[in-house]
């Protein structure tokens, strides 16, 4: 299994990160990751029953803006938070959205 594609800090755009961030699925997965750190993404159980295949969406499009990192450790895919670049990019941005989202249930 190749490598995920994870964009250099320095070509992620703000729109892209903030379409990320403006699905309410997508911040569910983000708040999480805030709260309790890198998980495998078979470890989510998003509200609303959403399927594995959109799951698996939600999680590529946080990863393509730039948002998280996914690490492939075998068969298991880990997701965390890109924290340190984010902030790095757009300063204050990760911390105000984890403060304004839902907490995940």
Same mark, same amino acid.
């Given at each position: 299994?190749?490598?995920?594609?994870?964009?250099?800090?320095?070509?992620?755009?703000?729109?892209?990160? !903030?379409?990320? !961030?403006?699905?309410?699925?997508? !911040?569910?997965?983000? *708040?999480?990751?805030?709260?309790?750190?890198?998980?495998?993404?078979?470890?989510?159980?998003?509200?609303?029953?959403?399927?594995?295949?959109?799951?698996?969406?939600?999680?590529? &499009?946080? @990863?393509?803006?730039?948002?998280?990192?996914? *690490?492939?450790?075998?068969?298991?895919?880990?997701?965390? !938070?890109? @924290?340190?670049?984010?902030?790095?990019?757009?300063?204050?941005?990760?911390?105000? &959205?984890?403060?304004?989202?839902?907490?995940?249930?």
């Amino acid at each position: 299994m190749r490598e995920p594609f994870h964009p250099p800090v320095e070509e992620l755009e703000l729109v892209s990160v !903030l379409h990320a !961030l403006s699905d309410p699925t997508r !911040l569910f997965i983000v *708040r999480t990751l805030a709260a309790e750190g890198e998980r495998t993404c078979g470890s989510f159980e998003a509200p609303g029953g959403v399927s594995a295949a959109t799951l698996s969406h939600h999680f590529r &499009v946080l @990863r393509e803006a730039g948002v998280t990192r996914t *690490r492939i450790d075998g068969k298991c895919r880990h997701t965390s !938070l890109r @924290r340190e670049e984010l902030e790095a990019r757009f300063p204050g941005l990760l911390e105000s &959205v984890v403060a304004a989202a839902p907490a995940p249930a």
